[in-house]
């Protein structure tokens, strides 16, 4: 059942339709402006104008009386004026409508890449679930504008550390860093969309990053003695193979800790990790030291080198352990990830170059990429065995007398 009549708030107010029908009231102003009345008492305002070269097509514009009479007018003649110049409001909303939300967006980024190509991928779920989902999970990706996405950057900038106080009293800000990781993260994201097909641009593109100070800090040689020693005290064996293993083939914490025998070359005295950080497999050089640390823990069935009753079926930290470590050493300031930089320092130190530590440390350059790709394994090991040997020197402790 239709009806043309002139739109006033009495006339909408009052209209009724019997059950189990539609009343269809037209506006005499507002040519293809309708007010749909259900038998419930809905009443929504609607254009509905054949569109240019096709069928009829309907589009909703809101219920009454949250819209107003003079807001549907409004709306009404901005969609007649689109549809008049040859666009189609209704399937840019039926579009819109089955566009995907970040949350989906970044769900399919998860499944579909990160779990394949990034060992952080757990990492990125938990930054997603505590920094993004609140604020961007909801709205569908195109809606996102760099002005959004500024603002959580800038905001995480600025976020205190929970419980944590500068000397002056004042709380203690989140690094810059963890900012840059989020736009990295919402970048990536956008960025797999692009490359989906799922989303047309990336509005994180742009975005000015915090600066952040590279760390420099690694064992210096007056600390050597004290490390090494509370490293023999270490009653966890563990814990203390762990780390030196860390410390003397610079590997990443994550693949130490997921170390496996079924990669571990004890003739070439090489191990072969499949997959690092940057993406690509990574053959570490074995020193003697190492090697001796191997075979000694070699009588356990597990095929993980550190073993334990994990989920992941190894071993998962050992930041107490590093705790202990470090307290007894008295050493201060010191992080699990610095053994890294110490290789490196401390091969720099007996004349390595630039290249061999690149590629003793994984190191991805885009101007050393094809020189590591054609170093052989003899310069990187001797650097590695001469960084080894001042470290033991260094330290006036030989941990590995048998």
Not at 23 to 37: A, E, F, N, W
Not at 260 to 268: G, L, P, Y
């Amino acid at each position: 059942m239709s009806k043309k009549i002139n739109f006033t708030k009495s006339v909408i107010e009052n209209a009724t339709s019997p059950k189990n029908t539609r009343l269809v009231l037209h506006d005499t102003k507002i040519v293809g402006l309708q007010c749909r009345v259900g038998s419930t008492g809905v009443k929504t305002f609607c254009v509905f104008k054949r569109i240019r070269g096709g069928a009829p097509e309907r589009i909703t514009l809101g219920r009454f009386p949250d819209l107003t009479i003079e807001n549907a007018r409004r709306m009404a003649l901005i969609i007649s004026s689109e549809i008049a110049s040859g666009a189609n409001p209704a399937q840019v909303k039926r579009a819109h409508k089955a566009e995907m939300t970040f949350k989906e967006l970044f769900e399919d980024y998860l499944e579909k890449h990160a779990k394949f190509k990034s060992r952080t991928w757990e990492k990125d779920l938990g930054r997603f679930k505590y920094y993004l989902e609140k604020p961007l999970g909801k709205k569908r990706h195109s809606q996102i504008t760099k002005s959004d996405i500024a603002a959580i950057h800038n905001g995480i900038s600025r976020e205190p550390v929970r419980g944590k106080k500068c000397i002056d009293g004042k709380p203690k800000l989140k690094s810059g860093s963890t900012a840059n990781r989020i736009l990295d993260l919402i970048s990536a994201v956008f960025g797999w969309g692009i490359q989906s097909d799922l989303c047309q641009h990336n509005p994180a593109k742009g975005i000015k990053r915090n600066p952040t100070r590279s760390r420099e800090r690694f064992l210096q040689k007056d600390e050597l003695p004290a490390f090494f020693k509370s490293l023999g005290e270490e009653t966890n064996l563990s814990v203390r193979d762990y780390v030196l293993i860390s410390l003397l083939t610079g590997a990443r914490q994550a693949n130490v800790l997921a170390m496996r025998w079924d990669e571990i070359s004890f003739e070439r005295k090489e191990w072969r990790i499949p997959r690092t950080k940057n993406g690509d497999p990574q053959t570490v050089v074995l020193v003697d030291e190492v090697i001796k640390i191997l075979k000694a823990r070699k009588g356990h069935a597990s095929r993980y080198v550190f073993p334990s009753k994990s989920k992941s079926g190894h071993l998962s930290d050992a930041k107490k352990g590093w705790a202990r470590i470090i307290k007894r050493a008295h050493i201060v300031d010191l992080r699990m990830h610095d053994l890294r930089r110490t290789l490196g320092s401390w091969q720099a130190r007996t004349g390595a170059s630039l290249i061999i530590i690149g590629k003793s440390l994984n190191h991805k350059s885009l101007t050393a990429t094809q020189v590591y790709a054609r170093l052989d394994s003899d310069p990187v090991r001797e650097s590695v065995q001469k960084a080894t040997s001042a470290i033991l020197e260094a330290a006036q402790l030989d941990l590995f007398n048998e």
